[in-house]
């Protein structure tokens, strides 16, 4: 469809049963018309040295980059490690961040799904990724930020949401970008 939005995913957990990976297959369950949702693996990409990014950027960081251009808007899902950002996820953004032609400018990120934790740390969370993502270039939303207390409560054993609060927050909140021009979304003029 040449009219569907395309957000990208990007999870900043690698563990199997991640809450943040399951609240980002809810998202694409919840997805409306005209919007698709595809989940990025950065669990492959290098850590960033300028000295690899010299000698020739790795493939697994040449397909992210890729992706995060392909996009019309991101749509991250992390939780709080150490009162900050998983190293995963700063990593991604760091070797995106460091190339030409920067996918990120101007491009929307949606509210961090802080989805597990106690309050007070997925709010630091969530304010400590704000902080790479707008030196990046990164259109980053403001306004209320989605966080669920108490995650284990909203899924079930296979990792399907099952909580309606939160399956209604997520289809607010993805129903935002279906509010964005196409060419407002990827930085470009009318």
């Not at 749509?75 to 700063?90: D, G, R, V, W």
């Amino acid at each position: 469809m040449a009219d569907e939005l395309k957000v990208l995913g990007v999870c900043g957990s690698l563990r199997k049963a991640s809450f943040s990976m399951a609240a980002l297959r809810a998202c694409k369950e919840l997805a409306p018309a005209g919007l698709s949702i595809s989940i990025a693996n950065i669990g492959d990409l290098p850590m960033y040295n300028q000295d690899v990014f010299d000698a020739g950027i790795p493939q697994p960081a040449k397909r992210f980059y890729d992706e995060v251009a392909a996009a019309d808007g991101v749509l991250i899902a992390t939780p709080e490690y150490n009162f900050s950002l998983p190293p995963l996820l700063k990593n991604a953004i760091d070797w995106v961040s460091k190339m030409p032609n920067q996918p990120f400018d101007n491009k929307p990120v949606r509210r961090l799904l802080g989805v597990a934790g106690p309050a007070r740390r997925r709010a630091r969370s969530v304010r400590r990724a704000q902080d790479p993502r707008s030196s990046s270039g990164a259109s980053c939303c403001r306004g209320r930020k989605s966080s669920s207390a108490r995650a284990q409560t909203k899924f079930d054993t296979d990792g399907k949401l099952t909580d309606e609060a939160t399956k209604k927050f997520l289809t607010d909140l993805l129903a935002g970008f279906k509010t964005l021009d196409r060419a407002d979304a990827r930085g470009k003029p009318k």
